[in-house]
C-alpha cells in the first residue's frame, strides 16, 4: 500500500491550498481516510477525517470552517482543501488510511491508522 501526498509548499496567511493523497495498492473506497499534521517537537495530530463513502467528516477544532476533507473513490485520491490559513497551520501534513474497512465511525488516535503517506510540508508566512 502506498500513499502518495502532494500540494502545500508556500502560502501567505489568509491564502488556500489543496493537499492530495493518491492510494494505491488497497480499495480505497472501503476505508475512513484522515489527513494529520505534525510540528518539530509536537506530536502528530488529526486535522481532518473522512468516511469511507464520504457521508461522514470530522475535524479538529482550529479548522473547522477553513478546511474542507473530500474524497474521490474512482481517482483513489483524498483531499484537504485550505482556506484562510493561518501561521500556525504551518506543519508536515500527511494522509492516512484507517487499520479497518468500513468502519462507520472516525477515530482520530494516530494509533488506528496502518498507511501513511510521505507528508507535505505546508508554510504559512505572514
Known amino acids: 500500500v502506498q500513499l502518495q501526498a502532494s500540494g502545500g509548499g508556500l502560502v501567505q496567511a489568509g491564502g488556500s491550498s489543496r493537499l492530495s493523497c493518491v492510494v494505491s495498492g488497497r480499495t480505497l473506497s472501503n476505508y475512513n481516510m484522515g489527513w494529520f499534521r505534525q510540528t518539530p517537537g509536537q506530536e502528530r495530530e488529526f486535522v481532518a477525517l473522512?468516511?469511507?463513502?464520504?457521508?461522514?467528516?470530522l475535524y479538529e477544532d482550529s479548522v473547522k470552517g477553513r478546511f474542507t476533507i473530500s474524497r474521490d473513490n474512482a481517482k483513489k485520491t483524498v483531499y484537504l482543501e485550505m482556506n484562510s490559513l493561518k501561521r500556525e497551520d504551518t506543519a508536515v501534513y500527511y494522509c492516512a488510511i484507517d487499520k479497518s474497512p468500513k468502519r462507520f465511525r472516525l477515530r482520530t488516535a494516530v494509533d488506528y491508522y496502518a498507511y501513511w503517506g510521505q507528508g507535505t510540508q505546508v508554510t504559512v508566512s505572514s
Open positions: 473522512i468516511t469511507w463513502g464520504g457521508s461522514s467528516t
